[in-house]
């Protein structure tokens, strides 16, 4: 079983950064893949970024240059640095490990002036 939380989410202007966690326990290994999604109001769940067991990382195109996914294989936890940030990021991100399935519970990531 594993165990997913995210944190690090919140309120910020456009334009402004935020950096997100996603630490991971239970049967996990530092290296598995991990991927980001976002879900806003009234659309599905998309695929933000990903890394792969290698350390190859995808984004999706509307993030490409803006966000970064990255991981602490000692801390066990994945992040996504995310700049410029612009109000249709607003949504709740999610972390999934891939192998398991598991996903965290979400934080809100709000883009408002």
């Known amino acids: 079983q594993v165990q997913l939380v995210e944190s690090g989410g919140g309120l910020v202007q456009p334009g402004g950064s935020l950096r997100l966690s996603c630490a991971a326990s239970?049967?996990?290994?530092?290296?598995?893949?991990r991927g980001w999604h976002r879900q806003a109001p009234g659309k599905e769940r998309e695929l933000v970024a990903l890394i792969t067991s290698g350390g190859t990382t995808t984004y999706a195109a509307s993030v490409r240059g803006r966000f970064t996914i990255s991981r602490d294989t000692v801390k066990n936890t994945v992040y996504l640095q995310m700049n410029s940030l612009k109000p249709e990021d607003t949504a709740v991100y999610y972390c999934n490990h891939l192998r398991s399935g598991s996903w965290g519970q979400g934080t809100q990531v709000t883009v408002s002036s």
């Open positions: 239970g049967s996990i290994f530092s290296t598995d893949a």
